[in-house]
Structures are given as C-alpha cells and as structure tokens.
C-alpha cells in the first residue's frame, strides 16, 4: 500500500505559495521576478490548491510584485484564469504596498479577475482574512 503525501506548499527563490488550513486560503507571495516557468509553475500550483480545498479564497501577496512578461500576461490571461474560474473560489484579494509602482499593472490584472471574482486590494494579510470573511 502506498502512502499519499499531500504537498501543500511550493517554495522557490521567486515565489512561495501555499494553503492556509486555519483561513481557507491559498496565498501566493511574490518575492522577486520571474518569467516564464518561474513565474507558471507557482501560479499553476496555487490553482491546484483551489481546486484541492473547495470553498477556499486566493490571496497574492504582491508587495514584491513586478511587471509581467508580456508572453505570462497572454497565458494568465488565456490559461490561468480560465482554470481559476472553474474552481469555486470566489474572492480574490491582492495584498499591495500603499505606494505602488506597479499600479498600472496590477489595474490590469485587478480588471481581469473581476471579470471571474470579486476582487479587493489591501495592504496586509489581515485585512484580506477581514474581507473575506465579510463577504
């Protein structure tokens, strides 16, 4: 018999994402830039999570965030976030420095999700848990 070792977190030098059990979420932190499979294979990650725990949220954590790939940006757009939508998460929230230099490009992606999920930008992970319970 085979013993099944669930893996609920992904860690690299780029990103680390992992499933909350106490908040039912599943945070993904940037930390430094990425392309490419540094950048898909969190993301893909994250979105297995979502389907693994039904009725958790998704929480990027973006306060190390950086501009895109324009080539990430057409795959988040035509791969991952049609593979979100067909999990129950319902809320997703981005965690973001008060100053932000990214904003433009985390306007872009906050107008993609909405399309799919009710979406909030807030400056902690504290005030994402407060949002999502809320809701």
Partial sequence: MRKIIEINDFD??????EYIFEDDIVLLTWKKFCSKKNYRNPTTFAVDLLNRYPGSNFVVDARNGFEDESDDVKW???VLLPAMSKTDCKIVVFIMNEVNDIISEMNMWTK???KHFIVKEVTNYSAAVKFIVEQ
């Fill in 76 to 78: 988040g757009f035509s």
């Fill in 12 to 17: 690299s030098v780029y990103s680390h994402v």
């Fill in 112 to 114: 993609e999700f909405k």
